[in-house]
């Protein structure tokens, strides 16, 4: 039987990055995106130079290339931003968007942003506060609620 004690929790306020303010980052954000691989295709080393491409940007904490063991066919691009800003900003440069993101939109059709609600290092494990706003359940990508909806707490 495993046990979890939590002496604390930890929180940074909307930030979700010791030491960054709410106004120099909305949080850590987490990268999955899979990828079914075909017999003639050569995804593996494809995904290898994207990684290798998104890893000469601001913001990029780290990355994999992993394959799954259960189904050899099935690949992930696994990547660490220290928010969506940076992650969004090294999507939009032009050599991404014309050598990488053609292999991006193979990948399977499923969220891949996630942003980091707990993390835990060698000694403990923190707990953040999201940085989504309010109305982010009712308002989609490219929608307006209002000028500034602040995080929901």
């Given at each position: ?46 995904l290898r130079d994207a990684l290798i491409a998104f890893s000469r940007f601001p913001g ?21 931003w220290v928010g969506v800003g940076a992650y969004r900003r090294a999507l939009s440069d ?60």
């Open positions: 039987m495993w046990v979890l004690l939590l002496a604390a929790r930890t929180y940074y306020g909307a930030a979700m990055v010791p030491g960054v303010t709410a106004a120099q980052g909305s949080g850590a954000l987490s990268v999955l995106m899979r990828f079914q691989d075909h017999p003639d295709s050569d995804l593996g080393p494809a990029f904490n780290d990355g994999e290339v992993t394959r799954a063991i259960d189904d050899p066919s099935l690949f992930m691009l696994a990547m660490s032009f050599d991404i968007k014309v050598h990488v993101v053609p292999l991006l939109s193979r990948a399977l059709d499923e969220p891949s942003a996630y942003e980091v609600v707990s993390a835990h290092d060698a000694t403990s494990i923190t707990d953040f506060i999201s940085s989504r706003a309010a109305d982010a359940h009712v308002v989609s990508l490219g929608e307006a609620a209002a000028g500034e909806v602040p995080p929901q707490r």
